[in-house]
């Protein structure tokens, strides 16, 4: 059992983690733009795919560094030429805009890269056991992709309280037209940020796409259990995003790691149910197979009962 | 003061007339459709532009007429669908027996229970928290679907057979095309409805709470029960829409559940135009033709699709019924013929231009060493055809650019 | 008995007391100005009446009912209708349904889903003589958001008048209007809230003199004084926390 915890946890730690990287990005964008960003994923995609392009030729090391920038640049035109476009028509159709982005990038992705997998590997350096615990091994990936989450976490953190632009963005949450008063240039801003968060996105996709492959169906997977971190966390607020983070991670690991269900509960309280009973599917629920539902279960419960998420503030 | 009302009711009584005149337009359409194309193929394709027609006028209940963007319509959809089936299933095993014309009210009223009560606590607030509210339940419904096998049937789905309830007009419904017409009499009443639902009390205050839900409160209207009416409402058409489904198709599957669903039927509101009573329609329309038309051809037609989307989110933020009626002013003042020529010269290397941009495309997809496109035969590996394609193009698209702006100019002198 | 008692109404927002306790009591049939200069809360005054806002502490009583935990849209039922400040409509709606929706409640329609607007021949008509009498029916058929500025005050209080309501509450109703447009104004003020109780809020004395009963002086969330425009006018206290200063600045 304590080993089964120690890996869960850490598998929590490593899933919570990337999921922050998309979050934090999802939510910078969101609290200064009032954009929640469907096609946060598909950046995160983007980032897998181009880096396993430029891995191919040039190796995993150059990817990891080239990747994001790309990204980050195509999400800083579409800010500039898409988004502030229909900005003018609302709220509604720009949530439609990158709903439609979403839809256009996964088609753009079989385009070029075809609908099967890619074999997108792990660096050679790191194709070892980081440690080996109750006979279990953690590989050293997995610990890099721990590393750099915790760095940018740390970096999103310094940069964010400590740099003037820093200010300026968290200035530009609260109060965006004081700030485009005292002189700076809020729409600069919202293309950078939108750049920033994107390319975030992207690296994700490049640590993470060796582990969770990669393939055109990832956006998708990913893109709604990140929406459901950033709702569950209080839209807008980053603290609530890294809390909301990780417990989706851990709650997703512990989950499918921890093979308990209705039987389990019945029988605790002696009931048992013949195999053929008509509710047969709820009387042999156990936790692995609802792993998938519990970020929705959370979200829908959360938006019920506390719609301003965990730590949000406001509710529009 | 006389004759000035004699006018206005002679111009009303012109206008009611006119309208009558479009609903048994609409209805002869539906009727004479099947008559005039009467292959399997163009059956197939009507019933599945019936079924979309209805699911999208209901999507445009809540997106349009009241202000609410959901990512989780097909919920509504694929319950009504799956409880059909289900029905169908029950009148097979011979434990009820009623009339099948009745199967999509069975769709209906599970969609109408389901909105009732996921709207219950859903439309509390409209933006971002309804769409994101929306897209928690579609995924927890879609993903249930596939953990309850025994109610959802699992990746295999659950299917049926409609050929076991009594027979209607002598019609047993073994051929599509008595689908067809039970199809076209419950989109028919279906249209009528949702109609109608924004000419009440209830529909206009769902327009008044979409523009200004403070204003609402203040003349005596809670809007979070405006906002569940059409809410319910939209369920409860989803749901017919999903029993038309379950009718023509004998089969469900998650996906009629899924954000696949739910993202189709808001493309199809979208393109066809949020703004408009029969916009829906015209999406519908168009989407199931392109559908069709496309997907047998290219296996590119989603990607096609998303830039149609995008596109039009961009420069149609009124879809294409809106683009229909800019042209009202214009053709109230006899003014619309002058439009033609630009018109022409815009459209024409707009329409050459996409027509090389789709067969560069096809090209760099192109499995073969030649693409049939457009009657002609294209070699991949041929530079001349290449380079033909993009100068064309360019070229094109210059010729674009610089007629935009006659046609700028003549659009506004036709206002 | 008075139509609507206030006992002690105070609003906080954070730390800063913006409603300082207040106590008023209006008449039936009363036309009641509240002056005093900006800032003082005359119009979070209003949001607390027409239940925008709750109060923090204290009472309101419409006609010895209390309201002061009821939703807006509760008391419009009660028979409280509102002007905003701000023109506040529904502009993608045009100026005739502006107006029928807000006809559609005190005409008993609720949320019915089962009656045709075009057919229900006392609301058209009743909608065409709101639109007469504002003056806008020359434009019922345009968006609401097309129409010119004064307009869409007109409509505004139009909307705030249409449904009849016993008690009318109105947020600077000549706010930006011409000389003339506030003249008509007025009149149709003087004409539409006969028999019916008016507050209203208004920074141009000589409408708030020539329409007002009785006058409430309100200076940084207090009433510092109450009573009949001649007796405000003398009082020495208004003098010089409200007219002197206006004199002032004029």
Redesign the interface.
Known sequence: MPEILVFATLNGLVTGLLLFMLASGLTLIFSMMGVLNFAHASFYMLGAYFAYSISLHFGYWTGLIFAPVIVGIIGALVERYGLRRVHQHGHVAELVFTFGLAFLIEEVVQFFWGPDTKNYQTPELLNFPLFTLFGQEFSAYRGFMLAISIGIFIGLYQVLTRSRVGLIIQAAITHPHMVANLGHNVPLIFTAVFGVGTALAGLAGVIAGPVLTTYPGMALVLGSIVFVVVVIGGLGSLPGALLASLLIGLLQSYAIAVDVGMPELLAVFGLEFPRDHPLDDLWTLNLTRIAPILPFLLLVLVLIFRPTGLMGKREQ | MTALSTKSATTSAAKSAAKSGVWIGYLAVLFLLPQVFDSILAISIFNQMAIAIVFALSYNML?GQG?M?S?GHAVYFGLGGFLAVHALLLMESGSVYFPIALIPLIGGLTGLLAGIFIGS??T??A???F???S???G??VA??SL?????FGGEAGVSGDRTFGPPLFGMDFFSDTDVYYLAAFWVFISTVFMY??T???????A??V???P?????????PR??RL?SFC?AGCFAGVAGGLFALNYEFLTDENLN?VTS?RV??MA?IGGLGFFIGPIIGAVILTLMNFLLSNYTE?Y??Y???L??LT??FL?QGFAGFIMMHQAAWLRGKLHTLVLPYLATGLPALLFILCAIGL?ELA?ASGAELHYLGLRLARDSLPTWAGLIVLAGLCCWLTVKSTPRLRRAWEAAQ | MSILSLRGLRKNFGATEIIRGIDLDIEPGEKHAIIGPNGAGKSTLFHLISGKYAPTSGSMAFKGRPIENLPPHRIHRLGIARSFQVTNIFPRLSVLENIRCALLRPSGYGYSFWHLLDRERGLNEETGRVLERIGLAERAKIPAGEIAYSEQRALELGMAIAGGAELILLDEPVAGMSHSEAGNAVDLIRKVTEGKTLIMVEHDMNIVFDLADRISVLVYGELIACGAPAEIRANPQVQEAYLGEAQGNA
Request: net charge positive.
């Open positions: 997106l202000g963007l990512f606590f859903s509390r607030k933006g971002t928290v769409a994101m509210i897209l928690g339940i995924e927890l993903a249930s953990i309850f096998t025994g109610f109608l639902f000419k009440t009390p209830a529909g206009r205050m327009n008044a979409r523009d200004n403070e204003r609402a409160e203040f003349i005596g209207y809670n029960w405006v009416i409402a954000l993202g808001l493309l979208y590119l989603l990607l699709l998303g830039i989307f995008l989110v961009l933020p495309l997809h």
